[in-house]
């Protein structure tokens, strides 16, 4: 079994940046990607970034310049840098892990979830 553990969220004004962590515990060695994800009030969720175990990351073109992902392989630790936050970002954002090959950013292929940290920007 593998666990993840989402943290980092909070408030940020527009055109400020925010940086989320996401630490996987348990099995790990299943893991093959790690993602995370986001869902606005009311919106289907949505693929924001995700690293391969070999530490390559993939992004959406919508999210390509601004988000970025990372991984500390010693912490067992994935990372989400975002700049130039505005009012659009406000979501909450989900950790993902798949535990088996294919780089996809459909939800329905990622085995586990954690519990979600929430991102507020405001004017």
């Known amino acids: 079994q593998v666990q993840l553990v989402e943290s980092g969220g909070g408030s940020v004004p527009v055109g400020g940046s925010l940086k989320l962590s996401c630490v996987a515990s348990?099995?790990?060695?299943?893991?093959?990607?790690m993602a995370w994800f986001r869902q606005e009030s009311g919106k289907k969720r949505e693929g924001v970034a995700l690293?391969?175990?070999?530490?390559?990351?993939t992004y959406p073109e919508s999210f390509k310049g601004r988000f970025f992902i990372s991984k500390d392989f010693a912490k067992n630790t994935v990372y989400l840098q975002m700049n130039r936050l505005n009012a659009e970002d406000t979501a909450m954002y989900y950790c993902?892990?798949?535990?088996?090959?294919?780089?996809?950013?459909?939800?329905?292929?990622?085995?586990?979830w954690g519990r979600g940290t929430q991102v507020t920007v405001s004017s």
């Open positions: 690293i391969s175990n070999s530490n390559t990351p």
């Open positions: 993902a892990a798949k535990t088996y090959w294919g780089v996809s950013f459909d939800e329905t292929e990622f085995d586990v």
């Open positions: 348990g099995a790990t060695h299943r893991i093959y990607y």
